[in-house]
């Protein structure tokens, strides 16, 4: 059975840090292309970043290249998301998706990012 579950988020100061954490179970992430989307409220659901398999190529929306890094653990089928230099507008959900089998996609239940003084 395909399981996300994100975890990491919570309250930072603009220009702070945070590592989301998205830990799998039922696949490896190792062997799918793995990625994070976030939703303000409001808004629609983005894709924010992207880590290929295999190759470990990565693609970044604009509004958070230099500033983001995804990355996988494969040993702990975790995959992260390091957000640094935090601004006001990068307060939402974040998930965490995996595209599986024959399209299917796979979500997390959410975790809230906000950034605010």
């Known amino acids: 059975q395909v399981q996300l579950v994100e975890s990491g988020g919570g309250l930072v100061q603009p220009g702070g840090s945070l590592r989301l954490s998205c830990a799998a179970s039922?696949?490896?992430?190792?062997?799918?292309?793995m990625s994070w989307y976030r939703q303000a409220p409001g808004k629609e659901r983005e894709l924010i970043a992207r880590?290929?398999?295999?190759?470990?190529?990565?693609n970044y929306a604009d509004s958070v290249q230099g500033r983001f890094t995804i990355s996988r653990d494969n040993a702990k089928n975790t995959v992260f998301l390091q957000m640094n230099s935090l601004k006001p507008e990068d307060t939402a959900v974040y998930y965490c998706?995996?595209?599986?089998?024959?399209?299917?996609?796979?979500w997390g239940q959410g975790t809230q990012v906000t950034v605010s003084s």
């Open positions: 880590i290929f398999s295999p190759g470990g190529t990565r």
């Open positions: 998706n995996v595209q599986y089998r024959y399209g299917q996609d796979y």
């Open positions: 039922g696949f490896s992430v190792s062997a799918y292309a």
